[in-house]
């Protein structure tokens, strides 16, 4: 196992051991309405039962216009919600879970304009969900690092943007490092928007991503010489080397990130760049259990942290 748990997740560091498994039928019936929706959530945030977080009281009122449990001995109100990506949000639950579902059953994502026409979501209501959806996906991935083999490289996305100063074009740049297990098949990637292929830019990415004592491969590129601090750095001329199998793999992933993301999100945002690089790897890293990954996504959307989105001026 190259996988290994960094940062202890939010409540109590209870993360559901396996996710459950739903077909469409499954789904529609288990999740039809918004009290089985909340029912739901309630077992999964609270599967002891709700103790007030104020007073730890066990009685409560429910309030259910609101969606809120208030404390019979303090008043206290507590949100199911709360502290999760669908906090504050004016959506249904059964919406939300529909979104989480339908992301989650396509393995070439949705789009904004796809959720908007099937859920008959306004685009911008879409669009936003889709990054809250994005976010918890983000977050659960940077909980863990890579560890053992790991292999490293940079590349470009995007279409070519017109520099500032008008000489030329820049595209965005990539960090991506994938773990690779005895017998050199891919096992986990992290990719990352980067302002520059520097050395301060690659440590800091390898450090965020890679467990401190790992094997890190590269094509040799001066940037990737500070590896040596921290790790064991095997470094090869891509270019000069006969060794067809060396860093094949990352640059097969490379090919199908910018294919995934081209042909489902078809013009590409750089301030959204990360948050599809993201969710890319998410569904990388649980190829092997794509029928968990419902239950998993939603895991994560509910275990994941409040996030606020900012929309664009157009
Ligand atoms: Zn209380």
Partial sequence: MFY?????????????AKAEEFNL?????????????EKYLFEKR?????????????????????????????????????????????????????????????????????ISQLLELNYRTARRLLHKIRHAMSERDASYQLAGLVEMDDTYFGAPRPKTDGRGTTKAKVAIALSK???????????????????????????????????????????????????THKSQNYYESNNTEFLRWLHVIIGNAKTYILGTYHELEDKFLKAYLDEFCYRFNRRFNT???????????????????SEPSA
């Fill in 4 to 16: 290994i748990i960094k940062v202890e997740h939010r409540f109590g560091g209870g993360i559901v």
């Fill in 25 to 37: 039928l499954e789904f529609q019936r288990k999740f039809g309405t918004e009290e089985v929706c």
């Fill in 46 to 114: 609270w599967p002891k039962g709700l103790k007030c977080p104020k007073c730890g009281h066990g009685e409560y009122y429910y309030i259910s216009t609101r969606k809120l449990y208030e404390c019979k001995e303090c008043t206290h109100q507590a949100s199911i919600t709360a502290g999760t990506v669908m906090n504050r949000s004016k959506l249904d639950l059964t919406v939300w879970f529909w979104t989480i579902y339908l992301v989650s059953n396509d393995k070439r994502g949705r789009s904004a304009l796809a």
């Fill in 181 to 231: 297990d005895e017998n050199g098949n891919p096992q986990y990637a992290r990719m990352k928007v980067i302002e520059a292929v520097s050395t301060d830019e690659i440590k800091r990415v390898a450090e965020e991503f890679i467990q401190k004592g790992s094997t890190i491969s590269t094509d040799g590129h001066r940037s990737y010489n500070q590896l040596e601090d921290n790790y």
């Fill in 291 to 309: 029928k968990q990954l419902f239950g998993r996504l939603l895991n994560a959307c509910v275990s994941g942290t409040y996030y606020s989105v």
